[in-house]
């Protein structure tokens, strides 16, 4: 079955990215395949190069680009939600003349197009947040 994901929530406000990432891997390891995890509204936050959990804790955004790296998953972050809370690609920061960028490597920006489109290519589109 292929499946595609939609994260809603900031990795640390709420239980709602960690359990994408948990429902991500037990997919994955039954056999399934995952189309597209789609970031969207404070979900993007999730794909900020700049968070510093404490080491103690479990560091979610390291987690998703080891799944990403592991499983060539593509890591979809909404362009208008990230814009609005800071999150910017090199591309995106030249564009709006910011002196830096923080999208994790991993993680792409693109448009909301992208979540329709797993949608349309996923057996099932399940959301989190």
Known sequence: MIFSLAVYS???SSQASYS????????LNQGH????????QDGV??????????QDEFNLQKAWQRLAQDHHLDLVVCIAAALRRG????SE???????SHNLAT?????GLGQLVEAA?????LICFG
């Open 45 to 54: 936050h999730n794909a900020t190069n700049l968070a510093a959990p404490p």
């Open 10 to 12: 900031a990795p640390y």
């Open 20 to 27: 994408a990432y948990q429902f991500a891997v037990s997919l």
């Open 93 to 99: 920061a030249k564009r709006y003349d910011k002196q």
């Open 33 to 40: 395949s995952l189309h597209r995890v789609f970031f969207y």
């Open 87 to 90: 999150i910017l690609d090199e």
């Open 106 to 110: 991993e993680f792409c920006i693109s």
């Open 120 to 124: 349309v290519v996923s057996d099932r």
